[in-house]
């Protein structure tokens, strides 16, 4: 298998995982700013909860739009196996 192949499999496979943790990282990190934010304005000084809120959001997110954001990775992972005897 010409390596310029095996180059472009491996790009697709990175930049469709990235586009898998890309939306619920993004979602993460502005609820942690809105609640850093909101914690600061009154003064409450609760330790787990920024983590709480996180956790949940992430998790809605995963479940709302989880099976559209691994479609892609999942098609490249069947035809990596598909073709995976061309890999050698």
Same mark, same amino acid.
């Given at each position: ?29 502005i609820v942690a700013f809105v609640v850093g934010?909101? @914690?600061?304005?009154?003064?409450? @000084? ?6 709480t809120i996180k956790i949940a959001a992430i ?30």
């Open positions: 298998m010409p390596i310029a192949t095996l180059e472009s499999t491996l790009f697709s496979m990175l930049y469709y995982a990235a586009l898998f943790v890309g939306p619920p990282l993004l979602i993460g990190t934010l909101f @914690q600061a304005v009154t003064q409450i @000084q609760e330790q787990t909860l920024p983590q998790a809605f997110i995963l479940l709302v739009f989880g099976a559209v954001l691994i479609s892609p990775l999942h098609a490249l992972t069947n035809q990596v196996f598909d073709s995976f005897h061309l890999y050698r």
